[in-house]
């Protein structure tokens, strides 16, 4: 028993300690008198029982290790608005949790807008204090500064001033929030790296491999758009590391390799795979862009392309073509399999991955059912007015409205205007929809299919037969333009 409890305590302490020793709690009592006497301080006021939260606490521990040793350091401080700091949170109008604010010597200074991960944070954080571009004044701060980070960097090496030098602070103040960048013009620095006016973009140690140079010298012209496009086709090398906060950098033709990707945990693990996805990558530079994600952050992406991770599972591959539509890998993964995939997919001879319920066998309702693979027959060629709405089983507003619209399609049976709904979190939703809650509803008339419009308006029947008795494309016969009712033809 004794033993059991010395254990459990010992296994909390050591969690605490490696998990928010960086973080500073403040409270009431303390806040403004500790707050003034710092610099920057990132502010997370929060609640113990929220969900998101919890997600940020870890990242934001990250974050705080990375940013206490920064030069100039950053302060990431938390308050419980539940506790001891519910008059702070008060007082800081605070209404959501989190709410993340940055205070300059104790003052508020702006909300924090930046991203909720690790790496964004510290970076984010670190473009708020000093200059866009730091300074190296010795060699020794030329390594420590490469050691230092987890991403490429790039820095200037400027013995004069030059057109070039001019680009690059251009530049390093236009992306300070997204890249770190560093320069310097001190003799044994540049001695050091054998340059008197060049900028390199150095790739961070535990990324290194043997397929792709560990630096890249510019060597373009002195302008910084063109400075731009070389960070922006270099700065993740031939196989980035793409995670939830930097996948929009990642652009398509995309080929991503899902597994356990975690250099802090597993980097032995996750180099073996990364390197046989580079030997592959290394063939297909500048067609085709190559990623490793970690599957675990991307589950809902890998749902998206109908991939199923088992723990045991070998990496899983999946790619998107120039126009965004969808393959999967169906082999084992292997260099072999995934050259010719990459093969394949470059020669146009995949099939495009289409994630669809099977077609309705037969369509009883009057509410037509579509799903991905009916979807031209019962929408774009179905030679109709349209009326579609996208639902998720599992969302309330939309079993509400469904009464309704049953009944709508009752009524409108007799017209040319088709009632539709899809299933969205088990179909593609074709790229002019965008459906980003539930219910979304759209109005698709039969002469403008490609350009669907979303319905705004309410949500009975009389708020739909009235928007529908005004935009029909012939007027409808059971209705007039302003959505009254017509009389019924009496018969003679
Ligand atoms: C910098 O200026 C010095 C003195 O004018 C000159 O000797 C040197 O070549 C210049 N360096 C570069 C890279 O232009």
């Given at each position: 028993?004794?033993?059991?409890?010395?254990?459990?305590?010992?296994?909390?302490?050591?969690?605490?300690?490696?998990?928010?020793?960086?973080?500073?709690?403040?409270?009431?009592?303390?806040?403004?008198?500790?707050?003034?006497?710092?610099?920057?301080?990132?502010?997370?006021?929060?609640?113990?029982?929220?969900?998101?939260?919890?997600?940020?606490?870890?990242?934001?521990?990250?974050?705080?290790?990375?940013?206490?040793?920064?030069?100039?350091?950053?302060?990431?401080?938390?308050?419980?608005?539940?506790?001891?700091?519910?008059?702070?949170?008060?007082?800081?109008?605070?209404?959501?949790?989190?709410?993340?604010?940055?205070?300059?010597?104790?003052?508020?200074?702006?909300?924090?807008?930046?991203?909720?991960?690790?790496?964004?944070?510290?970076?984010?954080?670190?473009?708020?204090?000093?200059?866009?571009?730091?300074?190296?004044?010795?060699?020794?701060?030329?390594?420590?500064?490469?050691?230092?980070?987890?991403?490429?960097?790039?820095?200037?090496?400027?013995?004069?001033?030059?057109?070039?030098?001019?680009?690059?602070?251009?530049?390093?103040?236009?992306?300070?929030?997204?890249?770190?960048?560093?320069?310097?013009?001190?003799?044994?620095?540049?001695?050091?790296?054998?340059?008197?006016?060049?900028?390199?973009?150095?790739?961070?140690?535990?990324?290194?491999?043997?397929?792709?140079?560990?630096?890249?010298?510019?060597?373009?012209?002195?302008?910084?758009?063109?400075?731009?496009?070389?960070?922006?086709?270099?700065?993740?090398?031939?196989?980035?590391?793409?995670?939830?906060?930097?996948?929009?950098?990642?652009?398509?033709?995309?080929?991503?390799?899902?597994?356990?990707?975690?250099?802090?945990?597993?980097?032995?693990?996750?180099?073996?795979?990364?390197?046989?996805?580079?030997?592959?990558?290394?063939?297909?530079?500048?067609?085709?862009?190559?990623?490793?994600?970690?599957?675990?952050?991307?589950?809902?992406?890998l749902n998206e392309f109908g991939i199923e991770f088992a723990q045991s599972d070998k990496p899983k591959v999946a790619a998107r073509d120039a126009s965004e539509k969808k393959y999967v890998l169906k082999e084992e993964f292997s260099v072999e399999s995934l050259t010719n995939f990459v093969n394949d997919l470059l020669n146009e001879k995949l099939e495009p991955y289409i994630k669809s319920e099977p077609i309705p066998e037969n369509q009883d309702e009057p509410v037509v059912v579509a799903v991905a693979?009916?979807?031209?027959?019962?929408?774009?060629?179905?030679?109709?007015?349209?009326?579609?709405?996208?639902?998720?089983?599992?969302?309330?507003?939309?079993?509400?409205?469904?009464?309704?619209?049953?009944?709508?399609?009752?009524?409108?049976?007799?017209?040319?205007?088709?009632?539709?709904?899809?299933?969205?979190?088990?179909?593609?939703?074709?790229?002019?929809?965008?459906?980003?809650?539930?219910?979304?509803?759209?109005?698709?008339?039969?002469?403008?299919?490609?350009?669907?419009?979303?319905?705004?308006?309410?949500?009975?029947?009389?708020?739909?037969?009235?928007?529908?008795?005004?935009?029909?494309?012939?007027?409808?016969?059971?209705?007039?333009?302003?959505?009254?009712?017509?009389?019924?033809?009496?018969?003679?």
């Amino acid at each position: 028993m004794l033993c059991l409890q010395v254990l459990s305590i010992l296994l909390i302490a050591t969690a605490a300690l490696a998990s928010e020793e960086d973080v500073l709690e403040l409270g009431d009592n303390d806040f403004d008198s500790r707050l003034s006497e710092i610099d920057t301080a990132l502010v997370m006021f929060y609640a113990p029982w929220c969900g998101h939260c919890k997600r940020l606490k870890p990242e934001y521990a990250k974050a705080a290790e990375d940013l206490v040793r920064n030069d100039p350091p950053v302060t990431l401080v938390k308050v419980d608005c539940t506790e001891a700091g519910k008059e702070t949170c008060n007082k800081n109008s605070v209404s959501g949790y989190p709410t993340l604010k940055i205070f300059r010597n104790g003052e508020f200074s702006q909300e924090y807008k930046g991203p909720r991960e690790a790496n964004g944070i510290a970076k984010y954080m670190k473009a708020q204090v000093g200059p866009a571009s730091k300074e190296l004044k010795s060699v020794a701060d030329l390594e420590k500064f490469l050691a230092s980070e987890k991403e490429s960097v790039v820095i200037g090496f400027f013995e004069n001033e030059s057109d070039l030098k001019a680009a690059f602070f251009k530049l390093a103040d236009k992306l300070r929030e997204k890249v770190q960048f560093a320069h310097s013009s001190y003799k044994d620095v540049l001695a050091k790296q054998g340059v008197t006016d060049a900028v390199i973009l150095f790739r961070p140690a535990h990324l290194k491999n043997k397929f792709e140079p560990s630096s890249v010298t510019y060597s373009g012209p002195a302008e910084s758009s063109d400075l731009n496009d070389f960070l922006t086709k270099n700065f993740y090398g031939l196989a980035g590391v793409r995670k939830s906060d930097n996948q929009r950098e990642f652009k398509s033709p995309l080929v991503v390799v899902y597994y356990a990707v975690d250099y802090v945990k597993n980097p032995k693990g996750t180099n073996y795979w990364r390197n046989r996805v580079l030997k592959v990558a290394e063939q297909f530079a500048g067609k085709v862009n190559f990623a490793v994600s970690p599957n675990d952050e991307f589950t809902h992406e890998l749902n998206e392309f109908g991939i199923e991770f088992a723990q045991s599972d070998k990496p899983k591959v999946a790619a998107r073509d120039a126009s965004e539509k969808k393959y999967v890998l169906k082999e084992e993964f292997s260099v072999e399999s995934l050259t010719n995939f990459v093969n394949d997919l470059l020669n146009e001879k995949l099939e495009p991955y289409i994630k669809s319920e099977p077609i309705p066998e037969n369509q009883d309702e009057p509410v037509v059912v579509a799903v991905a693979k009916n979807f031209e027959d019962v929408v774009v060629n179905n030679d109709k007015d349209t009326l579609i709405e996208f639902y998720a089983p599992w969302c309330g507003h939309c079993k509400k409205l469904a009464p309704a619209y049953d009944e709508l399609a009752e009524k409108l049976k007799g017209e040319d205007v088709a009632i539709v709904k899809m299933d969205a979190t088990a179909n593609d939703v074709p790229p002019n929809y965008d459906v980003r809650g539930f219910p979304t509803l759209y109005w698709a008339p039969k002469d403008k299919k490609n350009n669907p419009v979303r319905y705004d308006g309410g949500r009975e029947v009389d708020d739909f037969l009235k928007y529908i008795a005004k935009e029909a494309t012939n007027e409808l016969k059971g209705w007039d333009r302003s959505g009254k009712e017509k009389p019924a033809k009496t018969e003679l």
